[in-house]
């Protein structure tokens, strides 16, 4: 959605609401750099600056992800440095006494130093260790988890969820809160893992304030822009635990190239800026040099960009994750914006994503059919707010009428052909336990997803949807520069009744979410942190929301998940 930024910027923004085959392929490189004896703690930190990580979790293979700095001036984005042999491994044992899998890849300034990997012949649902090794110097040593057997019902599934982390609005006080968590099988991350802002342009609350500076400083542009953004954000050592700690599944939303993008443009995107085509693949390059995820079905990089996929967890789960921006037409706007959104034509999905996602909404073993969904689906209609605030509430949410137009169009709602054909395949078929999980608008729902929201609760619901907070990115109380709990609440109020379909709303807190799944219910708790300017600030559990199996209502749950033990119930 599309807003002004304050006095002082003076742009527009957006807020809230293989082992063998790769390696093979490296080694074709001309010089490398051999493992020589050193000594590892300093020359392990020296070498491995930006941490590890793991994502996309099957039965039998998962992403291994880090970066390499083989010389002081090989830094991120600068194109230079020697090729770079580093060796990997993968063990039962967190001492390595019990070496299961390990090898070698050639990285070098082609992909900035990093290495991804997809190491296969795991066995499923089994924690493993993984660390990589470069001139004699190790990296930290990370941890990561194998999905269920196809075939496996497994007790429960626990995710932490997590979008919007934005750096210059504030420290990762959500990461460190998940890190710190024993419970977890995995991190979900729904969108705008990193922002595209120069300094001074998206910061802390009303006045934009720079909690820390993103490098470098100016829009990410540039495939160099890219690769350094993604490299300062890989420093933070809040997130660094984290990745360590789990294997995340990721997907974007628009920042992660520039605000309000869709197929063939975008919001933030100006002419002088190039072409936006080329723009876009940039960031997607840099992409899938940077994150621990399968682009195209591989872990190889220029094979493709196509990000949304199934990833399967036994017969209890599988999770879709929607690309709601590669595929889009414009969003809605001007004076035809009212016909617009209804316009068959227009689509948030694109024609084969939407054939895929109808697929794995029918797919008839898993039981919960979990949605990434990096935009609302859920409608969203309300009466007259006061107008001192309806441009605060615009600027947070998009949610409230411009020019007549009540709905964020940048979001499912400005799609409703859409989002009638995946309601529609969901009645017509019968699907039974949809449920959206999503992120992009800075603040925390629980809702039901009406068939028909004007005749709702009579005419059913087709699935559910929980929304979390931002980690960092300003929500309503930050744009208007209230206390929490005063000039939110008059909103939230407003905007529960007139939509009863929507069970919770909190306009006001950042942190986390962890959703619970097992064959009787799915639950979503939600945790808020106090000043995000505050690197060690308080975390607290807020509230809790559940939906039983095969109901697709909302209820709200008065025990959170963290003070019950894995598999409880």
């Given amino acids: 959605m599309t807003t ?42 020296r070498f491995f600056r930006h941490g590890v990580a793991s994502g996309d979790p099957m039965p039998d293979r998962v992403v291994l992800w880090t970066r390499v700095t083989p010389t002081a001036a090989a830094t991120p984005g600068s194109g230079t440095g020697p090729a770079a042999r580093v060796r990997w491994e993968v063990s039962t044992r967190k001492d390595f006494r019990r070496v ?18 997809d190491v296969t012949g795991l066995k499923p649902a089994t ?9 004699g110097a190790r990296s930290r040593v990370g941890r990561t988890r194998t999905a269920p057997a196809a075939k496996a019902r497994p007790t429960n599934l626990r995710f932490g969820v997590v979008s919007c982390t934005n750096w210059q609005a504030g420290y990762f006080a959500a990461y460190r809160g998940l890190a710190a968590r024993n419970d977890l099988h995995a991190v979900l991350h729904l969108g705008d893992y990193l922002y595209e802002y120069a300094p001074g342009e998206y910061g802390y609350g009303q006045s934009d304030r720079d909690i820390r500076r993103h490098d470098p400083a100016r829009e990410m542009v540039s495939l160099e822009d890219h690769r350094r953004r993604h490299a300062q954000y890989k420093t933070d050592p809040d997130l660094q635990a984290l990745h360590a700690k789990y294997p995340w599944v990721i997907t974007w939303d628009d920042h992660e190239v520039t605000n309000d993008q869709w ?10 800026e190039g072409d936006y085509l080329r723009r876009r693949a940039r960031a997607h390059r840099a992409y899938d040099e940077w ?17 949304f996929r199934r990833l399967t967890f036994g017969r209890l789960a599988e999770i879709s994750m929607l690309d709601l921006r590669t595929y889009r037409t414009r969003q809605p706007s001007g004076p035809t914006a009212a016909r617009e959104i209804n316009d068959p034509a227009a689509t948030i999905t694109g024609d084969a994503q939407m054939r895929w996602l109808k697929q794995s909404l029918s797919r008839p073993a898993p039981f919960w059919k979990v949605i990434g969904n990096p935009v609302m689906i859920s409608p969203v209609t309300f009466a007259q707010l006061p107008s001192a605030i309806v441009g605060a509430v615009n600027e947070v949410t998009g949610l409230l009428p411009a020019d007549g137009v009540p709905y964020n169009v940048d979001q499912w709602d400005g799609y409703t052909a859409d989002r009638a054909e995946v309601l529609r395949h969901i009645k017509d078929h019968h699907v039974q336990n949809a449920l959206f999980v999503t992120g992009d608008i800075h603040s925390g729902w629980a809702a039901e997803v009406p068939y028909d929201a004007g005749n709702y609760p009579l005419g059913g619901t087709g699935a559910v949807e929980f929304v979390c907070t931002s980690v960092t990115s300003n929500n309503l109380k930050d744009i208007t520069g209230t206390p929490a709990h005063t000039t ?7 905007i529960l009744a007139n939509n009863r379909h929507i069970k919770y709303l909190n306009f006001d807190d950042h942190g986390y979410s962890v959703l619970d799944l097992n064959a009787k219910r799915a639950q979503m708790d939600w945790f808020v942190i106090g000043d995000r300017a505050d690197r060690g600030t308080s975390i607290r559990w807020s509230r809790s929301f559940v939906t039983l199996a095969s109901t697709n209502l909302v209820k709200e749950a008065f025990v959170p998940l963290h003070r019950q033990k894995p598999g409880q119930s």
């Fill in 4 to 45: 002004t930024t304050g006095a002082t910027t003076g742009v527009r923004r957006r807020t809230v609401l293989a082992t063998g085959s790769a390696g093979a392929a490296l080694t074709t490189l001309a010089t490398t750099v051999d493992a020589t004896p050193a000594d590892a703690a300093g020359a392990g930190a």
């Fill in 127 to 135: 924690w493993y260790y993984y660390r990589f090794t470069y001139r």
């Fill in 100 to 117: 299961v899998r390990r090898g070698q890849v050639v990285t070098g300034a082609h992909r900035d130093h990093t290495v991804k990997l």
């Fill in 291 to 307: 994150m621990p995820v399968r682009m195209d079905g591989t872990a190889r990089l220029g094979d493709g960009d196509r990000l």
């Fill in 488 to 494: 939110s609440t008059a909103v939230e109020q407003t």
């Fill in 263 to 272: 197929r063939g443009g975008a919001e933030n995107h100006q002419a002088a």
